[in-house]
């Protein structure tokens, strides 16, 4: 999924609006620069402020609140566009006829925003930026400009140790609604789809692994999908979270020893169903332990 690509304009002989980024991927709570470019109509504008915005495009359920703009997803399909972030770039100017002007930002990225590139290569998610200038009470706005995101080195880390162990990538996408019991902020959040290796291909159909980034850890949550039981036919899904700093475990294991823990202790707990806890009350974002820390749900 993509989105439309072209400047914005607006109204009849008025100014025209593009976003600019500047070259490369960003990462979850890194900066985000570039440049809103005006270009002054027939008329003079004034512009009472420059807003830019962060899009998504997300999966919805039929029916499901908060879907974002309505109509703005392909027909058919299921999506809607959501804003997941809002910043003030620019003050009130005058935009004369015919004039051009930049207004340049920098903006930090919320922790959870998805990644849509691994090892440079799209995950086919759409995220992008787009200028909303107050032009004498206009509110339109700019089509977005793709947004690049790459992993922070422990989400790559993860996913790497997740392919030395077997597993492959099969599918990555946008869900809205939240994880209960966790720190998510956003309204919305990436599920990433993965086969299972061949030691867990007789227990496992499916592994959907999410990323639940704040400044100094990574949350993981494990959604386990049996291969033949209970999730296959409406059943409960088993998931399991897990907390690592950024740097990493802590001591002598290395990540293909922690992630091969951490898919063990989800098989297992998909097999015995032993934790009654259940997601459903959004709590802070955790604080980052000294040492990996682990909490299995069944919901």
Do not use: N
């Not at 919805?60 to 879907?67: C, L």
């Not at 849509?116 to 759409?126: H, I, M, S, W, Y």
């Amino acid at each position: 999924m993509v989105f439309k690509r072209q400047p914005g304009s607006l109204g009849v002989g008025g100014p025209t609006v593009d976003t600019v980024l500047d070259a490369g991927a960003v990462r979850p709570g890194g900066t985000l620069s570039g440049r809103v470019e005006l270009a002054g109509g027939t008329d003079g504008h004034d512009v009472e402020q420059v807003v830019l915005e962060l899009v998504a495009r997300v999966e919805t359920a039929p029916g499901e609140p908060g879907a974002g703009e309505p109509g703005s997803g392909e027909p058919g399909d299921g999506a809607g566009v959501v804003t997941f972030g809002r910043y003030p770039v620019g003050g009130a100017f005058r935009l004369a006829a015919g004039e051009r002007r930049e207004v340049p930002f920098s903006v930090r990225l919320p922790w959870e925003t998805p990644v849509t590139e691994l090892r440079g290569r799209p995950l086919g998610l759409a995220l992008g930026v787009r200028a909303e200038p107050a032009a004498g009470g206009d509110g339109d706005r700019s089509d977005p400009a793709p947004l690049r995101v790459a992993p922070l080195p422990a989400q790559e880390a993860v996913l790497e140790a997740f392919e030395q162990l077997g597993f492959g990538l099969r599918s990555a996408g946008l869900e809205h609604g939240r994880i209960g019991g966790t720190g998510q902020r956003l309204p919305f959040r990436q599920e990433i789809g993965l086969t299972p290796s061949a030691r867990y291909a007789h227990q496992l159909d499916e592994i959907e692994l999410t990323f639940l980034a704040v400044p100094d850890a990574l949350e993981v949550v494990l959604e386990t999908d049996k291969r033949g039981g209970p999730s296959s036919g409406g059943g409960h899904d088993a998931l399991s979270r897990f907390t690592v700093p950024h740097t990493g475990p802590a001591g002598p294991q290395d990540w293909d020893d922690l992630v091969d823990g951490w898919i063990r202790e989800s098989v297992e707990h998909r097999e015995s169903y032993d934790c009654h806890a259940v997601f459903g009350h959004e709590s802070p974002a955790p604080s980052p332990p000294s040492t990996p820390s682990a909490s299995s749900t069944e919901v």
